[in-house]
């Protein structure tokens, strides 16, 4: 392939060299570089890899593509860009021939519940016998393959090669999960998409390494509406106005508490042996009455999302119905274990938001005593873990603390964190800093009628202490302290 057909959609000026070179990859790793691969230099928090020209040059790398002007032999090709992230994604689409483009693709954003809509939407695809690749917090799914993702939407070239993968294996659809940092480090730059959905937004993702302030959140969240045809957005939002305000997209809504296209009316809460979950009404562009296999109030706006979005594909309420009440996440609202004497379910919450939401939720389903084990991330806001204390002492009738990806912090002091705020509230709670043991106690003292939540890590199969990354899955702790004690 030469260069000049990877370069039709994208800005830059050309320093020196030719655009007929020949090429066949992108690379942004120094180390991955060869004869024939295009080497985008970007200035990272931590590296600059305008640094390591003299080595991919080395390699064999013959294009260059650069922030800034750069000295090199006059037989390399040197295109400068404005942004090496934004030329990074173009390039990668057009490396892969831009495969997003040969499928529908509907992009979920929102700061609670993307995983859980994204899943939503799968499972009725697939129930109407549509081949349905996606990418999110809990990985890329391609058929029956899965990758583990770094991050919620991971960087662009790998993204493009997914979408590529999910092309050679016949997917008419692409589902994924769009966070504020993709946009904001140019992973989802020059893909459009058919559909998507604003789900929420609140003050979360505010800090280091993070976002500047809730005004920066509320642009890099609202650029997907920039970059759709059709969105479908929270309308009982309090910042919807903001949401909607010079979106390039067709809107429409859904609601609870608004006229809208799609709204949910006489919500009921189903608490049953083999059953907890939620029936409601869908009225407006979409009659029909819906079961979904997941509590939670929030989740009856994910399956409004999710049912309006695939209505607006043409797929039949049926599909819809039967995928609903039978799907489920991982991590996300879990069921793990239930029985007569108690229900626990794990779920991701890992902030004040979704942890207010999910156990105000769980109070609707009238538990005896609403147990809830917890911990903080290390290396984070110190706001979230007063909040969260608050939260448990509460809505909870016994939290119990213990850890979570601790990272480079002492257990102890995130854990003191948690009882200044438990100690705002005449809460009961106690203190289990191993959180294996936390979850054991939990069961081993369970009292009929319990709901007990295990929340924080949700669908993460590890625990990451002073930089490494431990095996430890919930879900797998859980199944194991039922067996240890004959449940």
Same mark, same amino acid.
């Given at each position: ?174 589902? @994924? /999960?769009?966070?504020?940092? #993709?946009? $904001?480090?140019?992973? +989802?730059? &020059?893909? *459009?998409?058919? %559909? ?85 009404? @869908? /009225?407006?562009?979409?009659? #029909?009455? $819906?079961?979904?296999? +997941?509590? &939670?109030? *929030?989740?009856? %706006? ?85 909040? @969260? ?99």
């Amino acid at each position: 392939m030469k260069l000049r057909e990877w370069l039709k959609e994208m800005e830059y000026e050309l320093l020196q060299g030719n655009l007929d070179e020949e090429v066949d990859d992108v690379v942004y790793d120094s180390r991955k570089a060869a004869a024939g691969s295009v080497f985008v230099c970007m200035r990272g928090a931590n590296v600059d890899s305008h640094k390591f020209i003299p080595d991919v040059i080395q390699k064999g790398a013959k294009v260059l593509v650069t922030e800034e002007a750069v000295t090199v032999p006059e037989e390399i090709t040197v295109l400068r860009v404005g942004n090496g992230r934004n030329a990074l994604s173009l390039l990668s689409a057009a490396r892969f021939g831009y495969p997003a483009r040969k499928m529908t693709t509907i992009g979920v954003t929102g700061t609670k519940g993307k995983t859980t809509t994204t899943y939503m939407i799968k499972a009725i695809l697939e129930a109407a016998g549509e081949k349905t690749g996606l990418i999110g917090t809990n990985g890329a799914i391609i058929g029956s393959d899965h990758f583990p993702t770094m991050n919620t939407t991971p960087e662009s070239y790998i993204l493009q090669e997914y979408f590529a993968k999910m092309v050679e294996q016949g997917c008419r659809y692409m589902v @994924m /999960e769009v966070s504020s940092q #993709s946009y $904001l480090m140019h992973r +989802v730059d &020059g893909i *459009f998409f058919d %559909y998507s959905i604003f789900l929420n937004i609140s003050n979360d993702h505010i800090g280091p390494n993070e976002h500047a302030s809730f005004e920066e959140y509320l642009y890099y969240k609202k650029l997907l509406l920039q970059n759709s045809r059709v969105c479908l957005v929270n309308r009982d939002d309090g910042h919807y106005r903001e949401i909607i305000e010079g979106a390039k997209a067709e809107i429409k809504t859904f609601s609870m508490e608004h006229s809208a296209d799609f709204r949910a009316a006489d919500v009921k809460y189903i608490r049953e042996h083999d059953f907890v979950g939620l029936d409601f009404k @869908m /009225e407006g562009d979409y009659e #029909s009455r $819906l079961r979904v296999n +997941v509590p &939670g109030l *929030f989740n009856v %706006y994910n399956a409004m999302a999710a049912a309006g979005v695939c209505s607006c594909l043409g797929l039949s309420k049926e599909r819809v119905a039967h995928a609903l009440e039978h799907m489920q996440v991982d991590g996300r609202m879990e069921i793990v274990y239930k029985s007569a004497k108690c229900t626990v379910i794990v779920d991701y919450a890992h902030n004040a938001v979704s942890m207010e939401s999910l156990l105000m939720t769980l109070r609707d389903y009238k538990p005896k005593r609403l147990v809830v084990v917890f911990g903080c991330g290390g290396n984070r806001a110190r706001d979230r873990r007063y909040s @969260m204390g608050e939260i448990g002492g509460k809505l909870a009738d016994l939290s119990i603390i213990t850890a979570d990806n601790s990272r480079f912090e002492k257990t102890s002091d995130i854990l003191a964190d948690i009882k200044t705020g438990l100690s705002r509230t005449e809460g009961k709670f106690i203190e289990i800093p191993d959180r294996r043991e936390a979850i054991e106690y939990s069961l081993s003292h369970a009292q009929e009628g319990d709901i007990i939540a295990i929340i924080g890590k949700g669908h993460e199969d590890y625990q990451e202490i002073e930089g490494v990354r431990h095996p430890f899955l919930d879900r797998t702790v859980v199944q194991e302290a039922v067996q240890k004690l004959g449940m």
